[in-house]
């Protein structure tokens, strides 16, 4: 769908968003305005698709968000990088995470730089249902 993409987080970033420490997701640049899923694949050495995050309207700096998780006060204060700025409204974990030897093999997947639609990738859509998804919040 052209609402889904692919990104890419650090382990311990992943790790925040999880325990819900982290409920935005900041980027330098804006994503295409009709993407309201976010399917998370965590990098080295985790190396897994782990979640897919479901994302709120954007809000571009200077316009302040609550201060309630990591990186927030750095956003509405102009000191982090990234001036866009993707509440986190809902989080699915995989129930059984793919690893990338996995992703490569059967989907032909490699890990977005920036971001890749999930249209790329129509199989590993396919493979998901919600019956494969664990809702943590």
């Not at 982290?22 to 782990?50: A, G, Q």
């Not at 866009?84 to 093999?105: C, F, M, S, W």
Request: aromatic share 12%; with cysteine; net charge positive.
């Amino acid at each position: 769908m052209t609402n889904e993409i692919c990104i890419s987080l650090r382990p311990e970033m992943a790790e925040l968003v999880r325990l819900r420490k982290k409920n935005h997701e900041f980027r330098r640049y804006k994503l295409p305005y009709e993407v309201r899923r976010l399917w998370i694949y965590v990098t080295m050495p985790v190396s897994e698709l782990r979640y897919i995050a479901e994302i709120g309207e954007l809000v571009e700096y200077p316009t302040n968000i609550p201060e309630d998780g990591v990186g927030n006060t750095e956003f509405n204060k102009g000191l982090k990088k990234s001036k866009y700025a993707y509440p986190i409204l809902h989080l699915d974990e995989l129930v059984e995470p793919l690893n990338l030897q996995r992703l490569r093999e059967e989907f032909g997947f490699s890990p977005p730089q920036r971001f890749v639609y999930t249209t790329k990738y129509q199989k590993l859509v396919d493979h998901f249902s919600s019956s494969r998804l664990r809702g943590l919040y």
